[in-house]
């Protein structure tokens, strides 16, 4: 859709197809909207900032300003972590979703696996704002927790047993930040900048995991481009993982990294040699 096409949907509350279907003639407020629209657009605002949502996974999303807005690459994120959730023989199942943002993983999952329960945790008031309003407008606030808190310390302290945690932490590293496109820039930096080499959030993140999951439960996470080879060293490192697998985007790009926690532990190399 062409950016005026997507303002248009979002004045008229239509489909692409219905602007070119039922011939909708501006009323003077819905043409200033449009102006307005187009004026911050010219500021660099994120189409989807403007038009106050966006789709993921079929779902609509609310997003503005202090929310990163959800991206087609993590709908293979969710769809894996669907696929997964319906495919075991949960009678219910509890999952974790780390860094939730707008919220569209938790509310992906509770709205797509009938039989689940979501925790949601993010450090931003603002995010969770947007997270709490989306799942009460997908009508699943009554399986989604949210918990505003530093994801490090929420696994420190939380004692659930989880089938599946999910996450889709700031990746970026923190050099490549400032040449990033204006309109990304004008999300949350804390969205985006992940540490130096842009892997801070998995060295702790994959580790800490361990101690919440259930024994063959799956962790997922997404990553940038080319992070695979060092993240795949990350989760061979604690000898605790079991079928590490590398799920690519729509543009072929290996984008999500899944594994499960050994059923039965191996000895760490330490204890091995000795
Ligand atoms: C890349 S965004 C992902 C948002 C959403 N899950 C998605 O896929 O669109 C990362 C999220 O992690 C949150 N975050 C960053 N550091 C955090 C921390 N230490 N504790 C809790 N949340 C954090 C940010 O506020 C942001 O919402």
């Known amino acids: 859709m062409s950016e005026d096409e ?13 602007l070119y279907i039922r011939q909708f003639v501006l009323t003077d407020s819905q043409q200033q909207q449009l102006d307005l629209m187009r004026q911050r657009r010219s500021n660099q605002e994120p189409v989807q900032y403007i038009c106050g949502f966006t789709e993921f996974m079929g779902l609509r999303m609310a997003v503005g300003s202090g929310v990163l807005v959800p ?6 994120l969710a769809d894996q972590l669907v696929r997964e959730l319906k495919a075991g023989s949960h009678s219910e199942c509890r999952v974790l979703d780390l860094g939730t943002g707008s919220g569209c993983l938790a509310i992906s ?8 329960y979501a925790v ?7 995010a969770l704002a947007f997270a709490r309003e989306n799942a009460r407008r997908n009508a699943v606030q ?11 310390s929420f696994m420190e302290q939380d004692t659930g047993e989880y089938d599946a945690i999910v996450s889709n932490p700031p990746y970026i590293p923190s050099s490549l930040i400032d040449g990033l496109p204006a309109d990304v820039k004008m999300e949350p930096r804390l969205a985006l900048d992940g540490g130096a080499d842009g892997l801070d959030y998995y060295r702790r993140l994959v580790p800490l ?8 439960a799956m962790l997922l996470l997404e990553f940038g481009d080319g992070q695979e080879k060092s993240l795949q060293n990350i989760f061979e490192q604690d000898h605790a993982w079991d079928k590490i697998r590398l799920l690519e985007d729509n543009t072929g790009r290996p ?7 050994n ?3 191996l000895p760490t190399k330490d204890k091995r040699h000795g």
């Open 255 to 261: 984008r999500v990294i899944m594994a499960c926690k």
């Open 209 to 216: 995991s361990l101690r919440l999951l259930k024994s063959g």
């Open 109 to 116: 999952v509770a709205s797509f696996v009938r039989q689940s």
């Open 263 to 265: 059923k039965f532990p």
């Open 120 to 126: 949601a945790v993010d450090s931003s008031v603002e």
């Open 142 to 152: 009554d399986r989604v927790s949210f918990v505003q808190m530093d994801m490090f």
């Open 6 to 18: 997507l303002f248009l949907t979002a004045i008229l509350n239509c489909s692409r197809s219905d």
């Open 71 to 76: 991206r087609p690459e993590t709908e293979v």
